[in-house]
């Protein structure tokens, strides 16, 4: 069983800069993609930002070049380092990743909150 756990979020004014990082315990056998996911207040939850196991990155347009996502392998945590935030920015951020061998087999953080206001 694994399981995920995401640290870093909070209050933050527009143009702050937030770290969020996942960190995977458990029985871990094998991760291979990982991502962030966010949900804003009466929104669909989107997909922000996904590394692969071997470091290939993939983000939403709305984040380019303010966010980036990273991963350190051996402590089987994925990061977003988050600048420049706007308001639109504000929503629970989700960490995901896939433990699956040969079919996918996603795990889901428990969410954390970032709020960008003044």
């Known amino acids: 069983q694994v399981q995920l756990v995401e640290s870093g979020g909070g209050l933050v004014q527009p143009g702050g800069s937030l770290r969020l990082s996942c960190a995977a315990s458990?029985?871990?056998?094998?991760?291979?993609?990982m991502a962030w996911y966010r949900q804003a207040p009466g929104k669909q939850r989107e997909l922000v930002a996904l590394?692969?196991?071997?470091?290939?990155?993939n983000t939403v347009d709305s984040v380019k070049g303010r966010f980036t996502i990273s991963r350190d392998n051996r402590q089987n945590t994925v990061y977003l380092q988050m600048n420049s935030l706007k308001p639109e920015d504000t929503a629970v951020y989700y960490c995901?990743?896939?433990?699956?061998?040969?079919?996918?087999?996603?795990?889901w953080g428990q969410g954390i909150q970032v709020t960008v206001s003044s």
């Open positions: 458990g029985t871990i056998s094998r991760i291979g993609v």
């Open positions: 995901n990743a896939d433990i699956g061998w040969t079919t996918r087999r996603d795990v």
């Open positions: 590394i692969t196991s071997e470091g290939n990155t």
